[in-house]
């Protein structure tokens, strides 16, 4: 059974950091890219940032430079750290997986609150 599962401290105060973690389970993650998306109520769910099976990175605009997606070498673990967080950083952040030709997989979300 594919398992993604979040993790991480949900609180902390503007300009802070936190860092979240994704555990892949169940699955050769080895030709998937992988990424987090974060969604707030009411909006649609957005692209944060994604790491090709390749390694090659990308993230949104309003990231850039404060957040760095990384994962281990066996693909099992999905990293985001992110800086000098802002109050407009808050939301429900999901780990996915993109599987050419098989789909896609999401975890359960984790809430990220940045207070000010």
């Known amino acids: 059974q594919v398992q993604l599962v979040e993790s991480g401290v949900g609180s902390v105060q503007a300009g802070g950091s936190l860092k979240l973690f994704c555990a892949a389970a169940g699955f050769n993650f080895e030709r998937c890219g992988m990424g987090w998306y974060r969604q707030v109520p009411g909006k649609e769910r957005e692209l944060v940032s994604f790491?090709?099976?390749?390694?090659?990175?990308r993230y949104a605009e309003f990231v850039k430079g404060r957040f760095t997606i990384s994962q281990d070498k066996w693909k099992s673990n999905l990293y985001l750290q992110m800086n000098s967080l802002k109050t407009d950083d808050t939301a429900v952040y999901y780990c996915?997986?993109?599987?050419?030709?098989?789909?896609?997989?999401w975890g359960q979300g984790t809430q990220v609150t940045v207070s000010s």
């Open positions: 996915a997986a993109e599987c050419p030709r098989i789909g896609n997989f």
């Open positions: 790491i090709s099976s390749t390694g090659g990175t």
